[in-house]
């Protein structure tokens, strides 16, 4: 699957949204201070299931995996 970028405003989340099924999926972000707060509030007034996760378990799940390489298309 291609990596997506949209933008961090009501009308980028819109359109991510757009993309979403919210009986099949389930959202997960990294904790990052403020820069992800309208994304999960939309996400959470959309009924989307969201998890936030601490930066450190993505990485440790991504040694796990076999995966050492953070870049973009590996957090996607």
Same mark, same amino acid.
């Given at each position: 699957?291609?990596?997506?970028?949209? $933008? @961090?405003? *009501?009308?980028? &989340?819109? #359109?991510?949204?757009?993309?979403?099924?919210?009986?099949?999926?389930?959202?997960?972000?990294? /904790? #990052?201070? @403020?820069?992800?707060?309208?994304?999960?509030? &939309?996400l959470t007034e959309h009924e989307i299931v969201v998890?936030? /996760? @601490? *930066? !450190?378990? &993505? $990485?440790?799940?991504?040694?796990?995996?076999?995966? &050492?390489?953070?870049?973009? !298309?590996?957090?996607?």
């Amino acid at each position: 699957m291609p990596t997506i970028t949209y $933008k @961090n405003d *009501p009308k980028g &989340i819109e #359109t991510f949204l757009a993309q979403l099924d919210k009986t099949t999926h389930h959202c997960v972000l990294e /904790v #990052t201070d @403020n820069y992800g707060a309208l994304l999960l509030q &939309i996400l959470t007034e959309h009924e989307i299931v969201v998890s936030m /996760v @601490n *930066p !450190k378990q &993505i $990485k440790h799940f991504a040694r796990m995996m076999l995966v &050492i390489t953070k870049t973009d !298309k590996v957090d996607a």
